[in-house]
């Protein structure tokens, strides 16, 4: 074959897989969470949720793939589940599973955390992406444009619990914009 036909071929498969792996939102090792994260996922917890919190992928009844994340708080307390989003970005595409139960005192938020570092943890806003009535014990899955809020320095998903309550997550992706 022709030299030159060569490089054009390289380089037009160069372009083609350098499209159609855009570098992802998160620093999630498995996105799928067929196993659990080793990286790219942050626990916070009031002292009353400190024994009861247990975050774990689980494969009963995922909505894809072999497995989900399963953050269960059986009791009364508070809990935040968070995924660090890319700090260069200030809107992804986002796409995630989840599905909710939780006692009727329950709050569950999912949303998009964002703040600043500048002299310590100062949030800047939290600004929900699930709607209240749109929680309930089926899977749904969440397609939408996220925006850093103006003035934070990063930002992240965040699953949010006052509970009791369980939250199952499954898929979370997320493109730069």
């Known amino acids: 074959m022709n030299p030159k036909a060569l490089l054009l071929i390289a380089a037009a498969v160069t372009a083609i897989a350098a499209t159609s792996h855009a570098e992802p939102g998160t620093s999630l090792d498995d996105p799928s969470f067929d196993t659990m994260p080793k990286a790219g996922i942050s626990i916070h917890k009031s002292p009353e949720a400190e024994q009861a919190l247990v975050v774990e992928t689980v494969s009963d009844n995922p909505h ?3 497995g989900c994340l399963k953050i269960s708080l059986p009791v009364a307390a508070y809990a935040s589940v968070s995924f660090p989003l890319r700090q260069e970005s200030q ?15 329950a709050v569950v938020k999912i949303g998009v955390q964002s703040f600043t570092m500048a002299g ?3 949030s800047v806003d939290f600004k929900p992406v699930v709607a209240p009535g749109q929680y309930g014990p089926e899977w749904k ?5 996220i925006e850093r809020a103006e003035g934070a320095t990063h930002w992240q998903l965040s699953v949010a619990i006052n509970g009791p309550a369980t939250v199952w997550l499954d898929r979370l992706e997320a493109q730069p914009q």
């Not at 899955?141 to 444009?145: C, E, P, S, T």
């Open 120 to 122: 310590g943890f100062r």
């Open 91 to 105: 809107a992804m595409d986002i796409e995630f599973a989840y599905r909710v139960e939780a006692s009727p005192e």
């Open 64 to 66: 894809e793939g072999s």
């Open 141 to 145: 899955v969440f397609r939408g444009r």
